[in-house]
């Protein structure tokens, strides 16, 4: 049995099917139409979907921290793993290198804090889309390349592992940015 634990507006929008209302808006109301159909053989799933996607943001934001966080410790392996995909001029790479994994890490905070989530998300999501397309780019052109992202941890992995777990960091980014703007408030004109 499913429990919608969402304000009224958010289940009459969408809700699982012959899931019941119960939230703390009509709580009486609402209880006295849950108990009836309540027994012990039946098992009870209450959601809340903000919290399901404030874990996605605590998995999103920390992969980013993390993948940040090993290149801010070697920053000059992080610029040769950039200047392997032979796209941009050594200096570039270096002074990438340099700032990149404080971005990362900067967006990463923005996302777990809330506190300019939306600023976050955006770069974040750009970050991912370029790198998907600078890899997919080098493949094209027959570079065998390590990305470096994740530090020793991604080393060997096959190009199909990088773009699975690179597209699944996309996909995840972008539902953040679908649910946030599901959870925004309708401006009023």
Not at 61 to 81: E, H, S
Not at 165 to 175: C, G, P
């Amino acid at each position: 049995m499913w429990v919608d634990a969402r304000p009224d507006e958010e289940f009459s929008r969408d809700h699982v099917p012959g899931a019941f209302s119960l939230n703390e808006d009509h709580w009486n109301e609402l209880l006295a139409q849950f108990l009836p159909n309540l027994s012990r053989d039946k098992r009870v799933v209450v959601y809340q979907m903000k919290f399901f996607w404030r874990i996605v943001d605590l998995i999103v934001g920390g992969i980013f921290i993390y993948a940040g966080t090993i290149k801010v410790l070697d920053p000059v392996r992080f610029g040769l793993d950039i200047d392997n995909y032979k796209t941009l001029p050594w200096f570039v790479s270096v002074r990438l290198a340099f700032y990149l994994p404080w971005l990362e890490i900067f967006c990463g905070l923005a996302v777990i804090s809330r506190f300019l989530y939306r600023g976050g998300l955006s770069i974040l999501t750009a970050l991912i889309a370029v790198f998907i397309g600078v890899t997919i780019a080098a493949k094209l052109r027959g570079l065998d390349i390590t990305c470096g992202c994740f530090g020793h941890a991604s080393e060997h992995w096959s190009f199909p592992q990088h773009m699975a777990v690179d597209l699944s960091i996309f996909i995840a980014l972008a539902a953040l940015w679908f649910a946030n703007e599901l959870q925004r408030p309708a401006v009023q004109q």
